[in-house]
């Protein structure tokens, strides 16, 4: 998948795409109660264990009823097709 890290990136770093992939895909209530308005991009950075620094998953908030709701946007690459049945 490295190929397509920037563009997985630069994909799911638009509030946009990331409202649409949550309306589309997730069927939970809580969706009900999020204000895409607050929708907000938590820039996270790490040290990985061989000392070399990473970028995080797109990871997202956003505001809900009661309170704030933190959201891992994590694409899984698979060159499978999927057999159903």
């Not at 204000?35 to 907000?40: A, I, N, V």
Request: proline fraction near 4%; aromatic fraction near 12%.
């Amino acid at each position: 998948m490295a190929e397509h890290d920037q563009s997985y990136k630069q994909f799911f770093s638009n509030p946009r795409m990331v409202e649409d992939l949550l309306r589309g895909f997730v069927k939970q209530d809580w969706l009900e109660q999020a204000d895409f308005d607050t929708l907000e991009r938590v820039i996270a950075s790490f040290v990985s264990d061989k000392l070399k620094k990473r970028e995080s998953d797109a990871i997202w908030k956003i505001r809900l009823k009661d309170g704030w709701m933190y959201i891992a946007v994590r694409p899984i690459h698979s060159d499978r097709v999927p057999v159903h049945g």
